[in-house]
């Protein structure tokens, strides 16, 4: 037997056979994301959908299959359950906007006019909220905002007191959390404007405040949607911060729908199509703009 014979009758590596079939190795790269996208992100969220037109049973509390419209209903009709809704949105679209109104000024401060060694210790405080677990920055937070807590401590001593729990206090803590996702992009996205621009600004008899307006920002607009895809859609899904900090009477649509998951399971999936709704309206807003197109 020849050596060629040999090595015709030798097994081919699975790369020489991925390198000749290029469906397969298309095929081969895409079906664990797939799977994992269709048969369990996709396939539940059309089971969530599915179970918000189902019925439970005021006596049995158990859920029975059907075709209602009752729980979408209950959403839009129910005083409490409409002010809730509102409340979340309310709460989200304000931690977008403090986010973005102090990771400019600070993205900045931090590219073009710190030192390296100050830049690194920004960094770090920056991004210090990540290091921490969730529930810890909750506790942290909620013992801020206590009557004998820091906030109120610090302002004792011009004769005032804080908020104290309540949607203010849901705010600042979301802020404090999810700050970071807007200020990192902004800070990547201004480390990369050229210098001369802020030259050409200040020859022109700008101050800092107009340049960053009417330079800075509008070269700012798609990293600022980047940042606010994160803070505007992991605020509408928060519920655990208005759980500690926010007081009896702030409740999110994440509160609702942690309290009926299992004595109202139909209802609680259609409240769950309200964040969805809205990040999906959202989405559409700042695709009008045309800054989703430079992301």
């Known amino acids: 037997m020849s050596t060629q014979t040999v090595l015709e009758r030798r097994p081919k590596p699975i790369s020489t056979a991925l390198y000749r079939h290029p469906r397969g190795r298309l095929a081969a790269l895409l079906t664990l994301p797939m799977a994992w996208l269709i048969g369990v992100y996709i396939f539940s969220l059309a089971l969530m959908l599915i179970t918000a037109f189902w019925t439970t049973d005021p006596f049995t509390s158990r859920v029975k299959p059907g075709f209602t419209l009752d729980n979408f209903e209950q959403i839009l009709t129910v005083p409490a359950f409409a002010g809730t809704a509102l409340r979340t949105l ?23 006019v710190a030192r390296p ?36 401590w610090s302002l004792s001593m011009f004769g005032i007191s804080g908020p104290g729990f309540g949607v203010l206090a849901t705010i600042l803590t979301l802020v404090y959390l999810w700050f970071p996702y807007m200020a990192i992009p902004v800070y990547a996205a201004v480390a990369q404007i050229p210098d001369n621009l802020f030259d050409a600004s200040s020859d022109l008899g700008a101050g800092g405040a107009r340049t960053i307006r009417t330079v800075v920002a509008p070269l700012l607009l798609p990293s600022l949607i980047a940042g606010s895809v994160f803070t505007f859609s992991l605020s509408l899904g928060d519920f655990i911060a208005a759980m500690y900090v926010g007081g009896s009477n702030t409740q999110m649509i994440g509160s609702i729908i942690s309290q009926n998951i299992n004595l109202n399971p139909p209802l609680a999936a259609a409240f769950s199509v309200v964040p969805i709704v809205l990040v999906v309206i959202y989405l559409a807003a700042v695709r009008r703009t045309g800054a989703l197109n430079n992301l």
């Open 90 to 112: 309310g709460i989200a679209l304000a931690v977008t906007a403090i986010c973005a109104v102090f990771s400019i000024p600070l993205a900045v401060f931090m590219a073009k």
């Open 117 to 152: 060694g100050l830049r690194a210790v920004l960094a770090v405080l920056v991004t210090l909220p990540l290091w921490a677990g969730y529930l810890v920055k909750i506790i942290g937070m909620r013992l801020v905002w206590t009557e004998e807590g820091f906030f109120n």
